[in-house]
């Protein structure tokens, strides 16, 4: 199982609103990744999880709080986003030690209201 | 810093024609590439990545990468383009070490295939 799923596939959300985004990969592996990502645009990192720990988090803001339940979930946790925050979240798993692709879920369409 | 550097923003082939999209890199050390594609309202996908070895990386969809260290290049290729094809295409070099390993992207090109 080569699948990384997420959900809500789309959400709408007031600035006001607190959601959650989720993902899960059942492919053992072991560092997870949330992207954000505009139209034709690259992915921007947003925070790396390895062993389950933080291991980066690109200076995000606050209004963005990312949890790792356990090694197959990875939550993105949304409060007092901003119209700007609208854009496609994706997520990513890889495995860890050499130059391991990642594997990507479709993502969550996000528009911020 | 690594980086890398997608010359075109869009390239356009005739289907059945060979196709070229650009890569070039900047790093220190041995570079990790890697191409994804990114179809319409979708999540990116692995094509390919070279790490050592052959300079002519085979990958997923008949695309294949020619590495080339005196140019600095890693260009993605395929024989004969398919409408199918049609996509946006990033590159991408590997930066940092352990944990803290991260993905450097280039700014993507968006190849059109016409019928």
């Known amino acids: 199982d080569t699948e990384v799923t997420q959900t809500p596939k789309h959400l709408v959300m007031g600035m006001t609103n607190k959601k959650s985004l989720k993902c899960e990969q059942h492919?053992?592996?072991?560092?997870m990744y949330w992207y954000k990502q505009k139209a034709k645009k690259p992915p921007e990192l947003m925070f790396v999880y390895s062993y389950e720990k933080l291991s980066i988090n690109e200076s995000v803001p606050s209004r963005f709080s990312p949890e790792c339940p356990n090694s197959s979930l990875l939550n993105l946790h949304l409060h007092a986003l901003q119209p700007e925050d609208s854009a496609l979240y994706l997520c990513a798993s890889s495995q860890l030690g050499s130059p391991y692709e990642q594997y990507f879920g479709p993502g969550t369409r996000l528009t911020v209201t | 810093a690594q980086s890398v550097a997608q010359p075109e923003d869009q390239v356009n082939v005739a289907e059945g024609n060979p196709l070229t999209v650009k890569c070039t890199y900047s790093v220190s050390g041995n570079p990790y590439l890697f191409w994804y594609v990114q179809y319409p309202n979708r999540g990116l996908q692995f094509l390919l990545k070279?790490?050592?070895?052959d300079n002519l990386v085979k990958g997923s969809y008949g695309f294949e990468a020619e590495f080339n260290k005196s140019q600095t290049s890693f260009h993605l290729k395929k024989p004969s383009a398919l409408v199918s094809d049609s996509a946006l295409y990033f590159c991408?070099?590997?930066?940092?070490?352990?944990?803290?390993?991260?993905?450097?992207w280039g700014l993507g090109t968006s190849l059109a295939v016409n019928p």
């Open positions: 991408a070099v590997r930066e940092g070490a352990g944990n803290n390993r991260k993905l450097i």
């Open positions: 070279y790490i050592t070895g």
């Open positions: 492919m053992g592996h072991r560092a």
